[in-house]
């Protein structure tokens, strides 16, 4: 099987999974906004989930990016050595969170006082409890990352990508069974248990690939010190990575009280294209990233870059359209029950019309962060970084006033901040390989932007017309979206056709090589 094909097969692999994973998470998203809508206590949630996330984050995301490209070279040779190697790293960063973990334990009163200072005191003291449950999320995160890392390099994707759906399940049955009990403690006691569970069916599948752990701390290893010698600069990265989400969560936490649950709620509908799409493909093109570089196949890899950048243009550009068309009813038709109120619609729809804005360019620069990683251009990183972080506190500071709510400037702030991010990326990543094919990803970007704005338009007025013709309830609003998507859609693949798209036609054959069972 080509590379080509395997990139596909990963990908759509993890779609299929992110698609099931996520109209689960939908239902436990509803299930949240109706027992707690946007209040103090959700907002209290995600304040103290803040701080495991980006310590996860942190010390993680180098092991994915460092390990990969290492773990596959050494195991394309020795099999054995390439599972000590692993072994020596994991147990290494394993100290590291359970470290972490004991501190975010006996310190979480200074550390929500430190970041999140603003918060009365009732929400702050509910914060602290809520970080004392989650802080073990630290070590379950860091074993499902590990155990998913390996699974990957060994082309195993099925396993890693469906069983994360634990952590929902696990959540609704404690949402379900444990909410008079508990009480907004049901989601950080849900979440730690579905990591749990996740952790143990991912060391399952290990064990039956034939991976073989050893408790050994040897650094003598070349490989291990390459590692090593890596892992502080990639930490030094994540950090800066980090900034962001933080400083959006800060500032946040001094707007009016649901602010912070409005915007995550937003954010919730924003993560089923971010991760369903995004997330599959530049997960599963890494490692093949990594594969042509070892090979020195660079012409090969300026062609995967370009063709990936351009074939998601068809996904991402289209589908911020159909966001910002149809978000206030979406937000009714997933949200708006119980506690969750008008009120809360219209905040939380603002925001997620500006969310939108971030889709193509959030790809765009994930894309290309992994394409420096497998490059090892960890220079080009550390710039895009540094200059990032002032970037969105600038935007933050003056879109929160001059947008109404201040907490949708955030959300504007947000999208702004990875389109700046996406040229920076572009300008250094084209100075690395001198020619990425600019002008034809360019063109490409130019025409599906044009037929998307004109099939926009067109849902955008069958959406009006059939809201004038009958009474919005669920059913009637469901009805009149479908309709005007499904209009809009089937103009915008005749018009991608009828002016010669290639992206297009890569991907209406790759659907019938799929379905005569080619790939």
Known sequence: MTIKLKVAKATFILICASIAGHSLGFFKEIMIANYFGVSRLIDSYYVALTIPNIINNILLAPFAVIFIPIFIKYRIKNKIEADEIASVFINYLMVFLLLFTVILFYFAPH??????????????????????????????????KVATGILNALESFALPAFSQMLITLSTITFIVFFYNRFGIFVLPLGLATGLALWSFALIAQLKYKGYNHSFKFNTQSPAIKEMLNFSALFVVLSVLSQVGVLINRIIASYLPSGSIAAIEYANKIMQVPLIIFSGSISTAVYPFF??????????????????????????????????????????????????????????????????????????????MMKLFFALQDFKSILYVNLINIPVLIALNLLFIRIINPPAAGIALATSVGFFINSIICFIFLKKRLVNVHGASIFMALLKIGAISVISGILMHLIYNWLGSKMVLTLINRLIAMGSAFLAGSVFFIVAAFAIKLEEMRKIYNLGMNKLKGEI
């Open 290 to 367: 990594s594969l042509q570089i070892a090979e020195d196949k660079i012409e090969a890899l300026k062609d995967t870059f370009a063709s990936s950048i351009k074939t998601s243009a068809l996904i991402f550009i289209p589908m911020a359209i159909v966001i910002i068309i149809f978000s206030k009813g979406i937000i009714q038709v997933v949200f708006e029950r119980g506690a969750f109120d008008a009120a809360a619609t219209v905040l939380t729809s603002k925001i997620l019309i500006l969310f939108a804005f971030q889709l193509f360019a959030y790809y765009i620069v994930a894309i």
């Open 111 to 144: 550390i929500i006082k430190l970041f999140f200072g603003s918060l009365e005191p009732e929400r702050s003291f509910l914060a602290i409890k809520i970080l004392r449950v989650l802080c073990i999320m630290v070590i379950f995160t860091g074993v499902t």
